[in-house]
């Protein structure tokens, strides 16, 4: 059975950058979507990107429309990434992957297998 681990979180200063990845065991990677998504506290979980088992990418995100965090997707190493650039205080979550069978879709609630999630946390 799949399972998902993310990695790579951690205290980034203002304007720096870090990459999050999720790790895929007990199954390979190249039959799902796998999403990225952020909650902060007291906030509802937002997607942030998407890469399908074409190795698609789609953004839902305005920080992955304005091209601040930028997903990608190593099937060899059964990873998907997320690249977090210039990075800002309200950027401070916890970073999730989840995967689903077949396409992206961007709500967290058509996705029904998740990681234990990432803190990043951006100050100074």
């Known amino acids: 059975q799949l399972q998902l681990v993310e990695s790579g979180g951690g205290l980034v200063q203002p304007g720096g950058s870090l990459i999050v990845a999720c790790t895929a065991s007990?199954?390979?990677?190249?039959?799902?979507?796998i999403g990225w998504f952020r909650q902060a506290p007291g906030k509802e979980r937002e997607g942030i990107s998407c890469?399908?088992?074409?190795?698609?990418?789609?953004?839902y995100s305005v920080d992955a429309l304005e091209g601040r965090f930028a997903i990608s997707r190593d099937n060899a190493k059964n990873t998907v990434y997320l690249q977090l650039s210039s990075l800002k205080p309200e950027d401070t979550a916890v970073y999730y992957c989840?995967?689903?069978?077949?396409?992206?879709?961007?709500?967290?609630?058509?996705?029904?297998?998740w990681g234990q999630g990432t803190q990043v946390t951006v100050s100074a």
């Open positions: 989840a995967a689903r069978p077949r396409w992206c879709e961007a709500r967290a609630d058509e996705y029904n297998l």
């Open positions: 007990g199954s390979t990677l190249d039959s799902y979507s």
């Open positions: 890469s399908n088992l074409r190795s698609e990418s789609f953004r």
